[in-house]
């Protein structure tokens, strides 16, 4: 091999990675809960919540699920609601439910141990190449080159890369510099240095190229237009939907909620019934089988919008105040919950819509 080929490209003072290591000893994070005791298990369920969420939303969440699912096997013994309940609020859930899947699949196929091999990383659901070589870089120190949004960024910016991430010609043009950048030695280190260089220094607006370690190579920054790149991608028309939601409370405050399909938007959590925009309620009882003597009331609060990645959802609360609550319900359309006493998962909306039935101020039982 010739030096700088793959497996031999080392951290010198002057090179790239060098001068971000030197960089990184001084003003690189170091304290990061899943940096604390950097297990392999530690650093998958790291690195999969961050996965297009930022590392200060993702602090709280980590320790939250750490201090319940301390290892891979308690995460596999677990039931999915209890998963996808402290995932809530944290957004692409399908991270949650791979995640769940993966560590079965670790208990079953690999004694409970996540392999070493970037190749049988990426085999887990939800890994890619990106997070696999992450994690195999930092629980194993195995030389894998990662391509994150702020390692995309940093190295669009410093060989000024032309063209979209997004776009198949970019990505690999990336992917050669990402490994022809990651070195041998210090690998680990090297993975969280770039990571924290686009997050802190090379940030998507207001570069700091001042304080930049790779300045004094970085093509953009020479002909001052970092902010050029990673060219954005072209824009998508946003598409707006519109649905109902119907907030059924009973006498007791509880709330009938109902479980998503497994896969889509909110996959495996629990939400009010929603419906097409439009559903009447009574047409919306007889569908739940709940007879219409048992309303109270029904009041319809203010139209709300949440946003995905590609589209809006314009939100119509419908709450409908129960007299008694039913026998029972249609089984398709699901249980009680009482809010804020439960171990399910709810969405941002779901959590919303249930949190704000005390319009009703609802009485307590035997009132
Ligand atoms: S010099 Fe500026 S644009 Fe170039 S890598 Fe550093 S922060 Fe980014």
């Not at 090297?190 to 570069?207: E, N, S």
């Not at 479980?259 to 439009?278: K, N, T, V």
Request: net charge positive; with cysteine; charged share 25%.
């Amino acid at each position: 091999m010739h030096p700088g080929s793959p497996g031999t490209r080392s951290a010198a003072a002057g090179s790239f990675a060098g001068r971000l290591l030197a960089w990184w000893d001084v003003h690189g994070r170091k304290n990061l809960p899943w940096q604390r005791e950097r297990t392999p298990y530690r650093v998958w369920v790291a690195e999969i919540m961050l996965q297009q969420t930022q590392v200060s939303t993702v602090v709280p969440y980590f320790e939250r699920f750490i201090a319940r699912f301390p290892d891979v096997e308690s995460l596999a013994r677990a039931g999915l609601d209890e998963v996808l309940h402290l995932w809530s609020g944290l957004g692409y859930y399908a991270r949650a439910r791979n995640l769940h899947r993966a560590a079965r699949l670790v208990v079953l196929d690999h004694g409970g141990s996540l392999p070493a091999d970037v190749a049988d990383i990426r085999r887990l659901p939800g890994v890619g190449r990106s997070t696999a070589a992450a994690i195999a870089a930092q629980s194993h120190g195995r030389r894998a080159a990662i391509l994150d949004a702020n390692v995309k960024r940093v190295l669009a910016r410093r060989h000024r890369v032309a063209g979209a991430a997004s776009s198949a010609a970019t990505r690999d043009a990336l992917w050669r510099l990402a490994e022809s950048h990651t070195p041998a030695e210090r690998v680990a280190d090297y993975t969280q240095a770039i990571m924290d260089l686009g997050a802190t220094v090379c940030r998507r607006t207001r570069p700091r190229c001042p304080d930049c370690p790779v300045r004094a190579g970085c093509q953009a920054h020479a002909a001052g237009d970092p902010e050029r790149y990673p060219e954005p991608a072209p824009r998508r028309k946003r598409r707006l939907e519109r649905s109902r939601f119907f907030v059924v409370v009973d006498p007791d405050g509880a709330c009938l909620v109902e479980q998503r399909p497994p896969d889509g938007i909110w996959g495996g959590l629990w939400s009010p019934p929603e419906r097409a925009a439009g559903e009447s309620v009574s047409g919306f009882l007889e569908q739940a089988g709940i007879a219409g003597r048992l309303v109270g009331e029904v009041r319809k609060a203010g139209v709300f919008r949440h946003g995905f990645t590609h589209f809006d959802l314009d939100v119509e609360p419908v709450y409908v105040r129960l007299r008694a609550r039913p026998a029972a319900v249609r089984k398709d359309v699901g249980r009680w919950i009482d809010p804020g006493d439960h171990r399910l998962g709810l969405s941002t909306v779901a959590a919303r819509l249930v949190g704000v039935t005390a319009l009703f101020d609802a009485p307590k039982s035997g009132a």
